[in-house]
């Protein structure tokens, strides 16, 4: 079946430094990705949509300097967040909608900001 | 923005019960989806509704969209321990069938 694959599971970074995730369709084509957020015992709160081709989306309240959206493939959309804090630290989740108009989830990237 | 109240926040039960948890929304949504969270990975979709009243199964899992297209509710039943795990009630929102507002969370938790 279709899968959504993200890289890396769990990552660790300085206070300040940059971190990209990656966010992959293994078997299918996606013109629209979303990036999610959720922090621990909450619940998932979608962060911007990631078009192919053109500039993401955000949400209220994110800040799109700060998590920058790059979907530069029809299979590949990347999250970086710059000058990462450690209020950064959160599980960051994507989905992705294949053509028959399904939502498949990443499996999740862990992020410590330290 | 759209809000999904659920509940329970958590429940604990026995082996073998059966449980039930809701949602309910201020506003009308066209669908109701529930997912199912394990520790340190994405949701996993267990059912979808797409009509008001509508009713379905999947396993001992039984979800309905409610006739008011405000409400939803889930019920496991004959609960086993791999049923552990955060339960998501989610609906599209922002204009898009895709983008999802998802509930608080139902944490189940199932002794042996």
């Known amino acids: 079946g279709a899968v959504v694959s993200q890289h890396p599971s769990r990552v660790i970074c300085k206070s300040g430094t940059s971190v990209k995730i990656e966010c992959r369709s293994l078997?299918?084509?996606?013109?629209?990705m979303f990036w999610y957020r959720q922090f621990p015992k909450q619940s998932l709160m979608l962060m911007a949509t990631?078009?192919?081709?053109?500039?993401?989306?955000?949400e209220q309240g994110v800040e799109k300097d700060k998590f920058l959206i790059n979907h530069a493939s029809l299979t590949l959309s990347t999250l970086t967040v710059t000058s990462a804090h450690p209020e950064d630290s959160s599980f960051y989740i994507c989905?992705?909608?294949?053509?028959?108009?399904?939502?498949?989830f990443g499996e999740g990237s862990w992020l410590t900001v330290v | 923005g759209q809000q999904l109240n659920q509940s329970p926040q958590s429940m604990f039960i026995q082996e073998g019960e059966d449980v039930s948890m809701n949602c309910t929304s201020s506003?009308?949504?066209?669908?109701w989806l529930w997912y199912k969270q394990d520790p340190g990975e994405g949701p996993v979709l267990l059912i979808a509704?797409?009509?008001?009243?509508e009713l379905t199964s999947n396993g001992r899992l039984t979800a309905q969209f409610g006739i008011t297209r405000k409400d939803s509710f889930l019920n496991i039943s004959a609960s086993i321990p791999s049923d552990v795990g955060i339960y998501f009630c989610?609906?599209?929102?922002?204009?898009?069938?895709?983008?999802?507002?998802f509930g608080k969370g139902t944490l189940l938790t199932v002794n042996p």
């Open positions: 989905s992705a909608i294949s053509l028959d108009n399904t939502i498949y």
């Open positions: 990631s078009n192919e081709g053109s500039k993401a989306t955000y």
């Open positions: 989610a609906g599209p929102s922002g204009g898009s069938n895709y983008k999802l507002t």
């Open positions: 509704l797409y009509k008001a009243g």
């Open positions: 506003s009308i949504f066209n669908t």
């Open positions: 078997d299918f084509q996606a013109t629209t």
